[in-house]
């Protein structure tokens, strides 16, 4: 599978569109809806957008699968994904709409979900839509004007957010929602890193279990990595949820080297989930 460049990237119009957003503050509160409809379900509230970043990604994977497998099947799993991908989106848990700062992410679980039916359809793995997803993020963070990126790596660590932080932990202790995350601050120790947080329950892990499909979590952990390094924050993570250990444990550094990424964790994942390889051609 060979991947994209970042010209062929954006010659697909899809620059902007792909890429995990900042952590945003907390907003008003969504109501919870026992059914999908648009006035109190946060996903259709925001179906357009949501949809339009989905069509995004979309053109930017059909590009990165077409030279393996053909153009006619790249365009044809495009489809079958963006169906996938309506039929998901306004039936994802609800988490607390805008008043939840990660509620962002579970659209993102739903890229996965829509475009791994299709491929695992024509052999291949959690792992196949994991690289395409890491790739595109990749490339798109990448070509981030550097002083955005470290505007946006220093908002991280500004007395604001730690509180607004430290605020949605708590929130989340009170489980208000099953579906969400669990999470517990903590201090930095004035050497190693400036500040981090536990998550004891992740929704993404959740929502992947509810799909059937838990083999996809590892990968979306993997995102992580890159965003760090291009924002400067300095992540340094040993322990996931979705590879089966008790939390997972992010530390921040800010301006620390990110010593972790694809290329680093993809044999651990193989070896903790009992997967192979992807076969590449």
């Known amino acids: 599978m060979r991947p994209v460049t970042r010209r062929e990237f954006i010659a697909c119009s899809v620059a902007g569109s792909c890429s995990f957003l900042p952590r945003c503050p907390f907003l008003a509160p969504a109501a919870c809806a026992a059914e999908p409809v648009a006035r109190d379900n946060y996903y259709l509230a925001h179906k357009k957008e949501l949809t339009d970043a989905f069509r995004g990604f979309i053109a930017g994977a059909r590009q990165f699968l077409s030279p393996e497998l053909g153009v006619g099947l790249a365009e044809t799993v495009a489809e079958q994904a963006l169906r996938g991908f309506d039929r ?7 988490v607390g709409g805008e008043r939840n700062w990660d509620t962002q992410y579970l659209p993102i679980a739903a890229w996965y979900v829509a475009l791994y039916e299709p491929l695992r359809a024509n052999g291949k793995k959690a792992e196949d839509v994991g690289r395409v997803v890491y790739e595109l993020n990749r490339i798109e963070l990448e070509g981030m ?7 946006q790596g220093d908002a991280l660590f500004t007395r604001e957010s730690l509180d607004k932080m430290r605020a949605w932990v708590v929130w989340t202790q009170k489980r208000e929602y099953p579906a969400n995350w669990v999470a ?3 201090p930095g120790d004035g050497k190693d890193f400036d ?4 998550y004891s329950e992740c929704a993404l892990c959740k929502y992947f279990r509810s799909q059937g499909v838990p083999e996809l979590a590892p990968y979306v952990c993997l995102n992580d990595f890159v965003r760090s390094r291009v924002l400067g924050t300095g992540l340094r993570r040993t ?5 089966g250990d008790l939390v997972c444990n992010f530390r921040y550094k800010k301006a620390g080297p990110v010593l972790q990424d694809w290329s680093t964790e993809i044999g651990l994942i193989r070896s903790r989930m009992g997967t192979k390889p992807a076969r590449r051609t």
């Not at 004007?145 to 505007?151: I, L, N």
């Not at 500040?195 to 536990?198: L, P, R, V």
């Not at 322990?239 to 590879?243: G, H, K, R, V």
């Open 88 to 94: 998901l989106l306004p039936r994802l848990p609800e």
């Open 145 to 151: 004007p550097k002083d955005k990126a470290r505007s």
């Open 184 to 186: 517990t601050f903590v």
């Open 195 to 198: 500040f981090g947080y536990d």
């Open 239 to 243: 322990m996931t949820l979705a590879q």
